[in-house]
């Protein structure tokens, strides 16, 4: 098994929230994925890739701007929705990770919720630690 199926796999172990994960290359292609077995895709697959092609273009932007200041390396990205969450980190130069999650309101408390925390430091913890058997 590939380092790219291995993350894939890790990550979907990991978390019963995560719906859908992909690897894609920098001209927004999907080359490997994993959907749970349980989850019903929201977004066709074709708007994922069109998606993905975006994201490809945002995260040389985004690189672009990290050159220029002091910022650091931009880590990660996430898209908020109602239902769901759509999180792209880049994987290295040539790859990008992609994950949907499900944002389901958490239990109703005392104070306002607006859905289901994303374990980022975590799931940047699995990309690190599969990141090292290149």
Known sequence: MGRYEKLLNMLMDFDNAIRFAAISNTSGEILWHSKRDSAKMKIPLSETKKTLKREAIDWVDRCK?????NLGRAMYHITSFEK???ISIPIDAFHLLFISVDNEPLKKSKTKSYGKLVEMGKIMSIVDFVNTFE
């Not at 701007?65 to 200041?69: F, G, I, K």
């Open 65 to 69: 701007l990290e050159d220029r200041n």
């Open 84 to 86: 769901l969450k759509r």
